[in-house]
Nanobody, 126 residues
Framework: QVQLVESGGGSVQTGGSLRLSCAAA????????MGWFRQAPGKEREEVST???????????NFADPVKGRFTLAQDRAKTTLYLDMSSLKPEDTAMYFC????????????????WGQGTQVTVST
């Protein structure tokens, strides 16, 4: 059974940085997409970043326009944890952030995610 556990959220000031972690247990990531999504109060969930793993060491990643140049993805050496490194944070980045896995790749996009974590809150203050 696949389990995704997010951590690393918190409160920071504008311009600060945070690293979110998504620990994936029981998950085979090669051939599937993983991703980070966020949902702010009163807004729909939006895609932040997705990554498709061609092999253990090759991948293709996308970043939403609002976070390009500020957010990056990383993995641990064991390839069991996906990180979202967020820098130059803005108040509009405030949201609940969710990790997702088991997604399908269609062209350059990832969709149809099967597994979701419980979310971790990020709050950016002025």
């Amino acid at each position: 059974q696949v389990q995704l556990v997010e951590s690393g959220g918190g409160s920071v000031q504008t311009g600060g940085s945070l690293r979110l972690s998504c620990a994936a247990a029981g998950y085979t990531y090669v051939g599937y997409c993983m991703g980070w999504f966020r949902q702010a109060p009163g807004k729909e969930r939006e895609e932040v970043s997705t990554i498709y793993f061609f092999t253990r060491d090759t991948h293709f990643a996308n970043f939403a326009d609002p976070v390009k140049g500020r957010f990056t993805l990383a993995q641990d050496r064991a390839k069991t944890t996906l990180y979202l490194d967020m820098s130059s944070l803005k108040p509009e980045d405030t949201a609940m952030y969710f990790c997702a896995a088991g997604g399908r790749k269609y062209g350059s996009r990832c969709t149809d995610f099967t597994y979701w974590g419980q979310g971790t809150q990020v709050t950016v203050s002025t």
